[in-house]
Protein backbone atom coordinates (compact mmCIF):
# COMPACT_ATOMS: atom_id res chain seq x y z
CA UNK A 1 0.00 0.00 0.00
CA UNK A 2 1.16 3.48 -0.90
CA UNK A 3 1.81 5.85 2.11
CA UNK A 4 -0.05 9.21 1.91
CA UNK A 5 3.51 11.94 1.60
CA UNK A 6 2.87 15.01 4.01
CA UNK A 7 4.48 17.74 4.79
CA UNK A 8 4.61 19.58 7.51
CA UNK A 9 4.33 23.33 7.94
CA UNK A 10 4.41 24.82 11.46
CA UNK A 11 6.91 27.73 12.33
CA UNK A 12 7.59 25.94 16.03
CA UNK A 13 10.49 23.77 16.13
CA UNK A 14 9.51 21.24 18.87
CA UNK A 15 5.48 21.20 17.54
CA UNK A 16 6.98 20.48 14.28
CA UNK A 17 9.06 17.61 15.44
CA UNK A 18 6.37 15.95 17.71
CA UNK A 19 3.80 16.31 14.70
CA UNK A 20 6.21 14.09 12.21
CA UNK A 21 6.99 11.56 14.86
CA UNK A 22 3.42 10.80 15.38
CA UNK A 23 2.49 10.77 11.53
CA UNK A 24 5.96 8.93 10.63
CA UNK A 25 4.80 5.98 13.51
CA UNK A 26 1.56 5.27 11.09
CA UNK A 27 2.18 2.19 8.37
CA UNK A 28 0.20 4.20 5.53
CA UNK A 29 1.41 7.44 5.97
CA UNK A 30 4.95 9.14 5.38
CA UNK A 31 6.40 12.97 6.42
CA UNK A 32 8.07 13.60 3.06
CA UNK A 33 9.44 17.35 4.23
CA UNK A 34 8.94 20.21 6.34
CA UNK A 35 8.61 23.86 6.52
CA UNK A 36 8.67 26.91 8.88
CA UNK A 37 7.29 29.27 6.88
CA UNK A 38 4.53 30.28 4.18
CA UNK A 39 7.47 30.51 1.43
CA UNK A 40 9.08 26.94 2.62
CA UNK A 41 5.69 25.56 2.29
CA UNK A 42 5.25 26.69 -1.50
CA UNK A 43 8.94 25.70 -2.34
CA UNK A 44 8.28 22.06 -0.62
CA UNK A 45 5.23 21.91 -2.58
CA UNK A 46 6.71 22.89 -5.76
CA UNK A 47 9.46 19.90 -5.02
CA UNK A 48 7.84 17.45 -3.07
CA UNK A 49 4.40 17.46 -4.42
CA UNK A 50 3.10 15.64 -1.36
CA UNK A 51 -0.61 14.63 -1.11
CA UNK A 52 -0.94 16.71 1.93
CA UNK A 53 0.29 19.62 3.58
CA UNK A 54 -0.43 20.15 7.06
CA UNK A 55 -0.12 24.02 7.29
CA UNK A 56 0.48 26.26 10.44
CA UNK A 57 -2.08 29.72 10.25
CA UNK A 58 -0.10 31.98 12.36
CA UNK A 59 3.90 31.81 10.94
CA UNK A 60 6.08 34.83 10.05
CA UNK A 61 7.45 36.02 6.55
CA UNK A 62 3.92 34.39 4.80
CA UNK A 63 1.11 32.81 7.00
CA UNK A 64 -0.39 29.75 6.10
CA UNK A 65 -3.87 30.96 4.47
CA UNK A 66 -1.64 33.05 1.61
CA UNK A 67 0.74 29.74 0.99
CA UNK A 68 -2.67 28.10 0.74
CA UNK A 69 -3.86 30.33 -1.68
CA UNK A 70 -0.69 30.49 -3.70
CA UNK A 71 -0.57 26.50 -3.15
CA UNK A 72 -4.21 25.81 -4.55
CA UNK A 73 -3.72 28.54 -7.62
CA UNK A 74 -0.87 26.08 -8.72
CA UNK A 75 -0.85 22.77 -6.93
CA UNK A 76 -5.08 22.50 -6.79
CA UNK A 77 -4.67 18.48 -6.33
CA UNK A 78 -2.83 19.21 -3.22
CA UNK A 79 -4.67 18.69 -0.23
CA UNK A 80 -4.20 21.46 2.76
CA UNK A 81 -5.58 20.68 6.17
CA UNK A 82 -5.35 24.24 8.60
CA UNK A 83 -3.63 23.75 11.87
CA UNK A 84 -3.84 26.32 14.11
CA UNK A 85 -4.35 27.06 18.38
CA UNK A 86 -7.27 29.02 17.80
CA UNK A 87 -10.82 28.38 16.11
CA UNK A 88 -11.29 31.71 15.34
CA UNK A 89 -13.56 32.67 13.14
CA UNK A 90 -11.73 34.92 10.74
CA UNK A 91 -9.14 32.17 10.37
CA UNK A 92 -11.77 29.63 9.99
CA UNK A 93 -13.74 31.65 7.00
CA UNK A 94 -10.26 32.58 5.32
CA UNK A 95 -8.52 29.30 5.24
CA UNK A 96 -11.98 28.18 3.84
CA UNK A 97 -11.87 30.69 1.02
CA UNK A 98 -7.87 29.97 0.56
CA UNK A 99 -9.30 26.10 -0.64
CA UNK A 100 -8.19 24.11 2.60
CA UNK A 101 -9.73 21.01 2.91
CA UNK A 102 -9.75 20.46 6.21
CA UNK A 103 -9.32 22.29 9.23
CA UNK A 104 -8.18 21.21 13.04
CA UNK A 105 -7.03 22.40 16.31
CA UNK A 106 -3.76 21.41 17.41
CA UNK A 107 -5.16 20.61 20.51
CA UNK A 108 -6.78 17.97 18.84
CA UNK A 109 -6.14 14.21 20.13
CA UNK A 110 -3.51 12.73 17.86
CA UNK A 111 -5.69 9.61 16.82
CA UNK A 112 -8.42 12.35 15.27
CA UNK A 113 -5.36 14.76 13.52
CA UNK A 114 -4.35 11.15 11.57
CA UNK A 115 -7.80 9.78 10.74
CA UNK A 116 -8.44 13.37 9.45
CA UNK A 117 -5.08 13.02 7.17
CA UNK A 118 -6.49 9.83 5.98
CA UNK A 119 -10.11 10.68 4.83
CA UNK A 120 -8.96 13.76 3.30
CA UNK A 121 -6.91 11.88 1.35
CA UNK A 122 -9.48 10.18 0.07
CA UNK A 123 -11.34 13.36 -0.94
CA UNK A 124 -13.28 13.97 2.52
CA UNK A 125 -13.49 17.65 3.81
CA UNK A 126 -12.86 17.33 7.26
CA UNK A 127 -13.76 20.03 9.99
CA UNK A 128 -14.37 19.33 13.91
CA UNK A 129 -17.53 19.84 14.88
CA UNK A 130 -16.87 23.36 16.31
CA UNK A 131 -15.48 24.90 13.02
CA UNK A 132 -18.54 22.80 11.71
CA UNK A 133 -20.69 25.03 13.05
CA UNK A 134 -19.19 27.73 12.75
CA UNK A 135 -19.31 27.66 9.02
CA UNK A 136 -22.64 26.90 8.87
CA UNK A 137 -23.69 30.07 11.06
CA UNK A 138 -21.31 31.83 8.46
CA UNK A 139 -23.27 30.22 5.28
CA UNK A 140 -26.99 30.68 7.13
CA UNK A 141 -26.01 34.45 7.44
CA UNK A 142 -24.68 35.05 3.59
CA UNK A 143 -27.35 33.34 2.80
CA UNK A 144 -29.70 35.78 4.86
CA UNK A 145 -27.97 38.38 2.84
CA UNK A 146 -28.64 36.94 -0.21
CA UNK A 147 -32.17 36.59 0.39
CA UNK A 148 -32.59 40.15 0.93
CA UNK A 149 -30.31 41.07 -1.99
CA UNK A 150 -32.88 39.02 -3.78
CA UNK A 151 -36.13 40.22 -2.40
CA UNK A 152 -34.21 43.97 -2.99
CA UNK A 153 -33.69 42.78 -6.96
CA UNK A 154 -37.10 41.85 -7.32
CA UNK A 155 -38.98 44.92 -5.83
CA UNK A 156 -37.48 47.88 -6.20
CA UNK A 157 -37.87 47.45 -10.30
CA UNK A 158 -41.46 47.40 -10.04
CA UNK A 159 -41.61 51.29 -8.17
CA UNK A 160 -41.20 54.48 -9.77
CA UNK A 161 -38.62 56.45 -8.20
CA UNK A 162 -41.03 58.70 -6.49
CA UNK A 163 -42.04 55.53 -4.89
CA UNK A 164 -38.97 54.72 -3.82
CA UNK A 165 -38.76 58.33 -2.34
CA UNK A 166 -41.63 57.89 -0.22
CA UNK A 167 -40.93 54.60 1.01
CA UNK A 168 -37.39 55.75 2.36
CA UNK A 169 -39.18 59.02 4.12
CA UNK A 170 -42.17 56.60 5.40
CA UNK A 171 -39.05 54.61 7.11
CA UNK A 172 -37.65 57.58 8.68
CA UNK A 173 -41.14 58.30 10.65
CA UNK A 174 -42.42 61.09 8.58
CA UNK A 175 -46.28 61.56 8.47
CA UNK A 176 -48.24 62.01 4.90
CA UNK A 177 -48.39 65.85 5.40
CA UNK A 178 -44.40 65.53 6.81
CA UNK A 179 -43.96 63.77 3.21
CA UNK A 180 -45.83 66.39 1.25
CA UNK A 181 -43.67 68.89 2.59
CA UNK A 182 -40.54 67.41 1.65
CA UNK A 183 -41.43 66.37 -1.69
CA UNK A 184 -43.35 69.83 -2.85
CA UNK A 185 -46.53 68.33 -3.31
CA UNK A 186 -49.85 67.35 -2.49
CA UNK A 187 -51.12 64.94 0.56
CA UNK A 188 -53.32 63.21 -2.09
CA UNK A 189 -50.80 62.68 -4.33
CA UNK A 190 -48.76 61.04 -1.46
CA UNK A 191 -51.49 58.98 -0.37
CA UNK A 192 -51.85 57.98 -4.25
CA UNK A 193 -48.30 57.19 -4.04
CA UNK A 194 -48.53 54.95 -0.99
CA UNK A 195 -51.30 52.93 -2.16
CA UNK A 196 -49.66 52.07 -5.19
CA UNK A 197 -46.00 51.37 -3.38
CA UNK A 198 -47.96 48.76 -0.49
CA UNK A 199 -50.01 46.95 -3.36
CA UNK A 200 -46.56 46.28 -4.87
CA UNK A 201 -44.51 45.46 -2.25
CA UNK A 202 -47.28 43.55 -0.55
CA UNK A 203 -47.67 45.77 2.55
CA UNK A 204 -50.48 46.57 4.48
CA UNK A 205 -49.39 49.51 7.03
CA UNK A 206 -46.56 52.04 7.13
CA UNK A 207 -45.21 49.40 9.57
CA UNK A 208 -44.39 47.04 7.67
CA UNK A 209 -43.42 49.28 5.22
CA UNK A 210 -40.55 51.26 6.80
CA UNK A 211 -39.56 47.50 8.29
CA UNK A 212 -39.47 46.42 4.91
CA UNK A 213 -37.19 49.29 3.26
CA UNK A 214 -34.64 48.63 6.55
CA UNK A 215 -34.31 44.94 5.75
CA UNK A 216 -33.62 45.45 1.84
CA UNK A 217 -31.59 47.96 2.56
CA UNK A 218 -33.22 50.82 1.24
CA UNK A 219 -32.47 52.67 4.48
CA UNK A 220 -30.16 52.70 7.29
CA UNK A 221 -30.58 52.24 11.14
CA UNK A 222 -28.86 55.18 12.62
Known amino acids: MESIKVVVVDDHTLLREGLCRILNMEEDISVIGEAENGHEAIEKACKLKPDIILMDINMPDMNGIDATRKIKENFPNIKIVGLTLHDDDQYVFEMVRAGANGYVLKDVESQELI ?15 RITSKLLEEFNRLSSRKNERDKRDELLPQLTQREKEILCLIARGMSNRQIAAELYISEKTVKNHISSLFRKVDVSDRTQAALLAIKIGLVELK
Open 115 to 129: ETIRKVNKGESMMTA
